[in-house]
């Protein structure tokens, strides 16, 4: 029950309002409406920066009223929508990547792998508002077509910035161990549903130096934008019980996350 609402990728906290009641129409019957009409464009700047993990996505549109959702979807050489591998990237049978606009910028992570596809893809962009509970409207929409290596997903590589908060929250204690970290393993492992096929990348990110708090959780906030600050913290606290117990400065520390995650 801890991580469940970790691996839900539920969009309820993304977007309030009547958008945020109206989601699931957007994400569904919504999109097919729209589907073959033509949009005005964006005219946004769309820029990406790759690393290990996947693909940073930013658009810098033009000015849009805050709380409006973005939408990323992905499309073959025919225009057809892709599908998603992976559950959490998965809305009605296709790919979907959330974001909210903010100041005229939209910022996503598109995980490696994540699409069910190979050769060139075409992403699209489009924003999406709402004046009222049963009506979406699409302000418009931009593409960019990018190569895409038939490369596997790795949940281990998507949750690094989460991984790497644990170890952070487990080392505040002043001790930790090869048994510990076993423990700690062990409740990752089975929280993030995490395949064995993926032992040696998990290791390798549980022996990672430590990084600024404030990074990891920008991090997080970006590959995950609708998880609840509350399930983050829950399964950090999970973490700090690996040793059985959970000391005054994990309590702390675990604390101050929260309250970067509020920011």
Known sequence: MIWETLLGGAVGGLVGGPLGLAVGAALGAGLDIVRDRDL???NSTLQTLPDVDGITITAQTREIPAGCLAVLNARDIDGNFLPAR????????????????????VEMFLPHGVIDASGEVTLSLRIYESSEVDSI???????????????????????RPLLLLGMAVSRADGHIDAVEIQRIRVRIVAGLKIPATEADILTAILNEPPAPLPELVAALRLRAPATPASAV???????????????????????EIGVLLQG
């Open 86 to 105: 992976v559950r959490r990237f998965s809305r009605e049978g296709r790919f979907a990547l959330l974001g909210t606009v903010s100041g005229g910028t």
């Open 233 to 255: 913290l829950s399964a950090l606290e999970d973490i700090a019980r690996a040793d059985g117990e959970v000391h005054p400065d994990e309590v702390a520390l675990i604390g």
């Open 40 to 42: 005005p464009p964006l």
């Open 137 to 159: 409207d699409v302000i418009g929409e931009d593409q960019l077509t990018l190569p895409w290596p038939d490369t596997p997903y790795h949940a281990a590589r998507f949750w």
